[in-house]
């Protein structure tokens, strides 16, 4: 196919896809991988917004912009195993002489060096055309839509279930704010964990979203039945979600009037923002659009307040007993500028749950079939299961996402594996693909969560 053509057929600006089956359109597979894998992340069931190229997290790109987009597809589809491409914050600066047995595409994005390192002037740098922010797996071409999250997210959940719960989440209640594009996994998680789940938000439309694509059971915009509801689940033994709308600061304020005491506290607003992101107490939804156009400063103001009510009312549900943890959004920093000296008083999810599993050599490990046959990741996981039979933990979770998980884009699946597990699940897909059993290669990933890869005091490097 002449480029012309492909970029017809797979890459007419804002509609992108992956091509899918086994014949290739560039030279090797070294090179048809990228190039799928960057058209699947900006394909209309991936990425949140393909017109801005927009994969997820706000403002993570794939590419700089559309030209940049247009040219790294023509050097993957004309370049040969002697080279390897270069590029740069979503731009493709440089065709270098390599090797076969070297990376076929180098990528880095959004570094800035320590004095420059910081939003004003990112900015300036991104409106001069010169930078885009990548995200964790939006400027890597590895996004594979919400099931990224969900796994990350239930994995904390059931961690958080063995520390405390002895192993088991029946009969539990998590409580958490914020269901917007990462949040939103948190319901579903915690059914797979097998608790129940009531989450807040303040944007019903949010909650909505939850309810089509299954990730939650039910929404109510009163409290009153959503405690209720899960009340009587919790009690019975089975696994709920319940959304409900509201000021995540309001409803615990009434959790502890109510003296019901969640088993895990934790919260994903968007509270690294306080102007953009979060909401403040005491505004609709409405009002708070409004004040943040006409008045950014006072917004802030009220947000750090609003935040500061927010985790006081944590803190105090944490003394009653709930396992409180921060959820990586900032919020405890902010709520400390906003006047709660207490705010760091508890931990956050990665040295209470995750760092525990780093040690022991845990990490995620992603795979995408390039086929785009969703056959072909059910084979790997029947393999995996066979591989790895005596693995209680990632049975339990290859079975539930196989039935709960609906594939964005190009078939993909996650899981965590152990160190030399990964090794071992690499080699088992080579032999997959070597004997006809997946209709073509299978690309492998990792993302941001492991130990070697963020420094952030908050998050992953905390404590
Ligand atoms: P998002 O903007 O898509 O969703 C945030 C949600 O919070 C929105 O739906 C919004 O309506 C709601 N909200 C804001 N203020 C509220 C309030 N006062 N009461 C109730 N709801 C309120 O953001 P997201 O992608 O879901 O991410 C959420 C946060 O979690 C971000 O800060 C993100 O950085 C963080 N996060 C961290 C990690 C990590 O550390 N690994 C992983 C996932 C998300």
Redesign the pocket.
């Known amino acids: 196919m002449k480029y012309s053509e492909f970029i017809d057929t797979y890459a007419r600006h804002p509609v992108y896809r992956a091509p899918t089956g086994s014949r290739l359109h560039a030279k090797s597979w070294q090179t048809e991988a990228p190039l799928r894998m960057l058209l699947n992340n900006l394909h209309a069931e991936v990425a949140e917004d393909p017109a801005n190229l927009i994969v997820y997290?706000g403002t993570g790109q794939a590419a700089r912009n559309p030209e940049a987009v247009k040219e790294i597809i023509r050097l993957l589809l004309e370049m040969d195993e002697h080279h390897s491409l270069l590029v740069q914050s979503g731009k493709p600066i440089g065709l270098i002489r390599s090797h076969p047995s070297a990376p076929r595409v180098l990528i880095a994005n959004s570094n800035l060096v320590p004095a420059w390192a910081n939003w004003t002037h990112f900015e300036e740098l991104k409106a001069r055309g010169l930078m885009m922010y990548g995200q964790m797996t939006a400027g890597s071409w590895i996004y594979i839509g919400s099931q990224g999250?969900l796994q990350g997210t239930w994995e904390t959940f059931v961690e958080c279930g063995k520390k405390y719960f002895n192993g088991d989440l029946k009969h539990r209640l998590i409580v958490s704010?914020?269901?917007?594009?990462?949040?939103?996994a948190q319901p579903l998680a915690a059914t797979m964990a097998g608790a129940c789940f009531l989450g807040?938000?303040?944007?019903p439309e949010?909650i909505q979203k939850r309810l089509q694509t299954k990730y939650i059971d039910r929404m109510t915009a009163d409290y009153e039945e959503a405690k209720r509801w899960v009340l009587a689940a919790c009690e019975k033994g089975e696994t709920l979600s319940v959304g409900l709308v509201g000021?995540?600061?309001d409803v615990l304020e009434r959790l502890l009037r109510d003296k019901l005491t969640p088993d895990i506290l934790t919260d994903?607003?968007?509270?690294?923002d306080p102007v953009n992101?979060?909401?403040p107490?005491g505004l609709s939804l409405q009002e708070a659009l409004a004040l943040r156009r006409s008045d950014p400063e006072k917004y802030k103001e009220r947000s750090l307040k609003?935040m500061a009510r927010h985790v006081g009312f944590m803190l105090q549900l944490k003394e009653r007993g709930s396992v409180t943890f921060d959820?990586?959004?900032?919020l405890r920093e902010l709520a400390r500028q906003g006047g709660e000296a207490r705010a760091f008083d508890y931990n956050g999810f990665i040295p209470e749950f995750i760092r525990p599993l780093f040690c022991e050599g845990q990490g995620p490990f992603r795979w995408v079939a390039l086929s785009g046959d969703p056959e072909d990741i059910y084979a790997t996981d029947q393999a995996l299961m066979e591989l790895f039979r005596d693995n209680a933990h990632l049975l339990h979770w290859l079975t539930e996402a196989r039935k709960k998980v609906a594939f964005q884009g190009l078939p993909s699946r996650i899981c965590w594996l152990g160190m030399g597990d990964r090794e071992k699940a690499g080699l088992l897909f080579n032999e997959l693909v070597k004997s006809g059993r997946v209709k073509a290669p299978i690309v492998i990933g990792r993302d941001h969560?492991d130990c070697g890869s963020v420094a952030s005091p908050n998050?992953e490097t905390e404590a």
């Open positions: 997290g999250i704010g914020g269901l917007g594009g990462m949040g939103g807040v938000d303040v944007d949010r000021d995540i600061g994903q607003t968007s509270a690294h992101g979060y909401v107490n609003s959820y990586g959004n900032n969560l998050r």
